[in-house]
């Protein structure tokens, strides 16, 4: 199972940074070694390998090496890809740069890096043969993706940041098999790429006939993207059991890098 993490966003709602957002230390974590750091990407990196990814697919821009730098070839048990996106054309452009990665009989899961959720174990809860959307419940659906289903969870409508939205539950991560995620891809080619947003693209694919399912096994749900977004995160975090964002460490060198970066916010 793939995991695809869009990573080539600028990040300019939590600007300046001396390095990548999705490397932002946010709370920290206990290994053999002791406790350190944790970057924040790494929490949704050990979400994908909770439900059963293995290989990781970082979609990055040219200028982040910091990212490659930090995450290497492995992540606990989960291999590491990197492809690039010249130019930060939107969610679906990214999503799909990794497209030549996927099987058609492959499950892919996709995610926000920037993002910290609870359960950890959620998406093991998405079934692997359709489209599925893990929900959770916000107080202000209006600035996220609200979800509107039915009573069997089939999806109706994905309101992409609607100011008066018909439902509080919000998308954090999706799934799907890989011939599904081709589906989509030539979906969106054929409306001529101008999807920026998975939610209007899924909309239309429901339109033509395909359906979405929606999983409401989320609990709590925090964007870091800002310094609201960030104080948020870290009194969830302190809510947590010690290590329950993390299912294994990286290696000796990516702790030492992450130390470094801490040292540049601290």
Known sequence: MWGIVPAAGKGSRIQPLA???????????RDADGERPCAVSE?????????GARKVCFVISAGKCDIIQYFGAEYGPASIAYVVQPEP?????????????????EPVIVGLPDTIWFPNDA???LPHDRLSFL????????VFDAVVHDETGLVRE???????????????????PGHVFEELRVLWHRRNCEDEFIGSLVNAYIHDG?????????????????????????????????????????????????????????
């Open 43 to 51: 929490y949704l990196v050990d979400r994908m390998i909770r439900g």
């Open 89 to 105: 054309l939107g969610l679906c452009d990214a999503v799909f740069r990794a497209a030549p990665l996927i099987a058609p009989t």
């Open 158 to 176: 994905i309101q992409v940041k609607r100011r008066d939205p018909d439902s509080s539950w919000i998308w954090g991560a999706f799934k799907m």
């Open 123 to 125: 998406l093991a809860k």
């Open 135 to 142: 929900l959770f419940p916000v107080s202000r659906p209006e």
């Open 19 to 29: 390095f990548s957002k999705e490397l932002l230390p946010v709370g920290s974590l």
């Open 210 to 266: 395909g359906t979405a399912h929606a999983i409401r096994a989320g609990s709590s749900y925090v964007d870091v993207g800002t310094l609201h977004g960030y104080r948020e995160a870290i009194s969830l975090l302190s809510t947590q059991a010690p290590n329950e964002g993390r299912a294994a460490p990286p290696g000796r060198q990516s702790r030492a890098r992450l130390t470094s970066v801490a040292g540049a916010v601290g």
